[in-house]
């Protein structure tokens, strides 16, 4: 990967967004996107993505001055989250059902109900 490549993962996206996305990028697999556009078009199309990707998932990977030389943004339902540990970016797994809420396992549940 060349210093300015950027990856572009969609998941369940909704229709055109895939096709929006081919004026800057090549789709090398289906919702796989890689292409060198430049900072200014790379905010341009996260702001179009997060606001358009609704119940789907986005993942875009770009260059950064980092100790890995990149950096994630996520968008979407369920998603990974990137989380910064000692300075490297690891992606953090969604937890529970789809439909619910993330709750952490130590919590007590009476009822049916998390206290």
């Given at each position: 990967?060349?210093?300015?490549t950027?990856?572009?993962?969609?998941?369940?996206?909704?229709?055109?967004?895939?096709?929006?996305?081919?004026?800057?990028?090549?789709?090398?697999a289906?919702?796989?996107?890689?292409?060198?556009?430049?900072?200014?078009?790379r905010d341009?199309?996260?702001k179009?993505?997060?606001?358009?990707?609704?119940?789907?998932?986005?993942?875009?990977?770009?260059?950064?001055?980092?100790?890995?030389?990149?950096?994630?943004?996520?968008?979407?339902?369920?998603?990974?989250?990137?989380?910064?540990?000692?300075?490297?970016?690891l992606m953090?797994?969604?937890?529970?059902?789809?439909?619910?809420?993330?709750?952490?396992?130590?919590?007590?549940?009476?009822?049916?109900?998390?206290?």
């Amino acid at each position: 990967m060349s210093a300015a490549t950027t990856i572009v993962v969609l998941i369940a996206s909704p229709p055109g967004l895939r096709g929006h996305l081919t004026r800057w990028f090549i789709e090398v697999a289906p919702g796989v996107f890689v292409g060198s556009p430049s900072a200014r078009i790379r905010d341009g199309l996260w702001k179009v993505l997060a606001e358009r990707i609704h119940d789907g998932q986005a993942v875009m990977i770009e260059p950064a001055r980092t100790e890995q030389g990149w950096t994630v943004r996520t968008a979407g339902q369920d998603r990974w989250t990137p989380t910064d540990f000692d300075g490297l970016t690891l992606m953090s797994r969604p937890r529970g059902s789809a439909g619910r809420p993330w709750a952490p396992a130590n919590l007590v549940k009476e009822n049916g109900m998390t206290t």
